[in-house]
């Protein structure tokens, strides 16, 4: 496995145990003087979300984080891209450098940068957030585990218990906010913050049920900012945001489109861009692995060899993101470069043949054509996924198609609301579902997601945050330490191999289909939007590249 390290702005790759990052964040364009135009930014998450002015960043379910504005106002001394070349772009930092085992990040502050009342930014206002974020549990969001924070010259330089190779993105892209305002707020975990106070590219101009209205900074320190304003809207669900997608009422949104490009893109095929990132992140049907008939490995195997991922792509995804191909579950062309050589050229293929002989050889028998467990019982288990989630269901429903036609299991669909369905997956009352995994600009996340024991020792009252399949297996917990901690290339290579074999062998989780981060746009006032020839960040508005995007536009001619 190779690791991308890349410098910013001209500068020479170091490669003697640290990388250094620095340069311009590279924001604005050249062929305009002054802010123009607005673009309509859209979420389906209801109207609820606009009950209540919530500009906090570390309230996730916040208006600001919710619809993604916050990511316009607080912003963060650097962004990780998950797709393209996987480079790290200094912002808020003009220079980053970590030491050889990545516990320790030394942070040189961009001059010139003033907060959105007037007052400069300093490294004060970086030690004071982080500081925050060590003192306070409820904000340590990532689980970071600073183990100290200090000043050394010009310099913020921010310390770890442990590794933070692996999220590397976590540590950087954190929102910094202004001392001066926040070190007089009593609970940071849970004010609103109203009075909105960033160093980003706009400020809250108002904020009603009807929507959010931000307005372009005339003092931003990355130059003009080309969209004057950002109009935030909210709908009920997906099916009403895309209609506001096709009558041109909505600009700029991140929805699953079935026939993405019939239902959207030919409206305005000049225009109407529909794009999917594929980043290294693929779905998988998580299996609780503590209760029948998922505790059996042989049970598990035989539903991985029948799953027809060719159907899901083209079905429930509507070739949103390629198929998913390789064993290991690591997306490609994006993860080619990760994948063990024992696994570069297995493939997932339909053996329903092979799958039964694995059931024979552990036991189980077919009754009238369905199946039955070793000691003699019907096999059955649901799948579960919420309601209204239609590419998720539909993958359900054709698993479930699949495996009972071929298997003869007794194979069920449910469809909870998602408050139920969250809850069923943290507290283990389910036996599958379908379910993303996390991404970052390598596969450790993929794997941590479902195969990591530390969440099953972190559980509370019985509810994990991960992990919800409950896969308890040592030495795959190890080794995903030792990969989160290596400080060399070679161990980490060989740690993801080992990795790769366990998940491969024992099927924690069974991979199904890529899981690209969607995002629609069109190009009718503004141009220089990312895109599969310009993958400089996905074309998701909420997330922490968003205000890169932004910054990236021009005026369309």
Known sequence: MRFKKHVIAGATAVLLGALVLSGCAGGTSGGSSASTGSLTIAK?????????????PFITTGSGMSLGYDRMIYEPLALVNPVGKN???????????????YTQLTVHPRAGVKWSDGQDFTADDIIFTFTMIK????????????????????????????????KQGDVLQTAIVPE????????????????????????????????????ARTDYWGGTVPVAELKYLEYNDNTGLLR??????????????????????????QHNVFWGANVLSPDMIVVNTTKAPFNDVAFRKAVNMVIDRKAHAE??????????????????????????????????????????????????TWKDGALMDPSGAPVSFTLQDPQGWNDYVTGIQLVATQVKNTLGADAKVATPDANTWFGNLSSGNFDAALHWSGSGSNPWHIYDDV?????????????????????????????????????????????????????????????????????EYNTRS???????????????????????????????T
């Open 44 to 56: 389906p998450d209801g109207a609820a979300v606009l009950a209540t002015q919530i500009n906090n």
């Open 87 to 101: 480079e790290t772009t200094p912002w808020l930092a003009d220079k980053v450098e970590w030491n050889a085992d």
């Open 135 to 166: 003192n306070t549990p409820a904000l340590d969001l990532a689980g970071l585990k600073l183990s100290s924070i200090a000043k050394d010259g010009d310099n913020v330089v921010l310390s770890f218990s442990e590794s933070k190779f692996v």
């Open 180 to 215: 001066h305002q926040w070190k007089g707020i009593a609970d940071p975990s849970k004010d609103a913050v109203k009075d909105a106070i960033g160093t980003g590219p706009y400020t809250v101009k108002s904020f009603s049920s009807q929507g959010v209205v931000l307005s």
């Open 244 to 269: 506001a997608l096709q009558t041109k009422e909505v600009d700029w949104a991140q929805i699953f489109i079935t026939d993405y490009q019939t239902n959207y893109v030919d409206k305005d095929p």
């Open 315 to 364: 079905k429930a995804r509507s070739n949103a993101g390629p198929e998913l191909t390789n064993v290991t579950g690591i997306p490609q062309p994006t993860g080619d470069q990760y994948i063990a050589p024992e696994y570069k050229d297995q493939n997932f293929t339909i053996d329903v043949d092979g799958a039964k002989k694995v059931l024979t050889d552990a036991g189980y």
């Open 451 to 519: 195969m990591n024991g530390a969440y099953l020792q972190q559980a509370s009252g019985g509810q994990v945050s991960d992990n919800f399949g409950r896969y308890d297996n040592p030495t795959a917990t190890a080794l995903l330490q030792k990969y989160a901690s290596a400080s060399d290339d070679a161990t980490r290579t060989d740690t993801l191999n080992q990795i790769q074999k366990i998940f491969v062998e024992d099927v924690p989780a069974i991979p199904i289909g890529t899981h690209p981060t969607l995002g």
């Open 526 to 556: 503004f141009v220089g939007w990312p895109s599969e020839d310009d993958q400089y960040a996905t074309a998701d508005p909420t997330a922490p590249s968003a205000v890169q995007v932004v910054m990236k536009l021009t005026p369309a």
